[in-house]
């Protein structure tokens, strides 16, 4: 379980690797035992898409990008106008936005201010850091109480998150905070992939703390019908 008030940073080196399915389900499971609310944090800046995984309009209104833009990142009255909510959850959503005159404003220091901000009005900041690692996210995953790293089986996969691995903890992100969690999203094959445990050994021996199951029907199902696994497959191993 997450503890109160904590910050999990959701990433990946290589884009499609579940972090926005990830992210979302896990801001849903936690905003059920949240007495002060859990917030999902879409930092995915060029390409957000948590709000697909979870059944919600795009955004229009600016989001983050806004916030950055007015330099209100540190009001929580400003933020809480731009949270959005599913229609079937207490989970609040910080989105991102398409709007081409907004992108990519915020700097490192404005979302640890941000971050910050959330952090004292909800028991759990789920971040969705996308792909890859960037200076404007750098500083909000070395703040992080927890860092999830999303991987599928590849050993090409495996390659890059180790590389990322590295890169997080020369930048001070301690290991002992960083996780994997593997993502099965293509039918395992014994000459292409490692198992679980080679992983973990290349990886440091960091622990994993979930596997997703491949699914080809239940996933695609999901993203189809616009409903969160958490509510369209809850008993899917």
Known sequence: SVGSSDVVAVISPSGGAGVSLIAANLGLVLAMEAQKGTV????D??????????????????????????????????????????????????PTT?????????????????VSTLRSDFDHVVVDCGKGVFESTLRVIA???????VSDLAIPSIHRARNMLRFLTSNGVPIARIQLVVNHRRQPSPADSLSPEEIS?????????????????????????????????PTSH
């Open 40 to 43: 999902l944090v879409d930092l």
């Open 45 to 94: 800046l060029k390409s957000g898409s948590t709000h697909e995984h979870l059944g919600m309009a795009q955004s229009t209104d600016g989001g983050i990008a806004a916030l950055a833009a007015a330099d209100q990142m540190r009001d929580p009255e400003a933020i809480t106008q731009m949270l959005k909510r599913p229609t079937y959850s207490a989970l609040a959503v910080l």
């Open 98 to 114: 398409q709007r081409m005159d907004l992108r990519c404003g915020a700097t490192g220091a404005q979302l640890d201010d941000l």
């Open 143 to 149: 703040h992080a109480d927890r860092v999830l790293l």
């Open 201 to 233: 050994r290349l990886l440091n021996f960091i622990p994993i703390a979930a596997e997703i199951p491949y699914s080809p029907e239940v996933i695609p199902s999901s993203l189809g019908t616009a409903q969160p696994l958490v509510i369209s497959a």
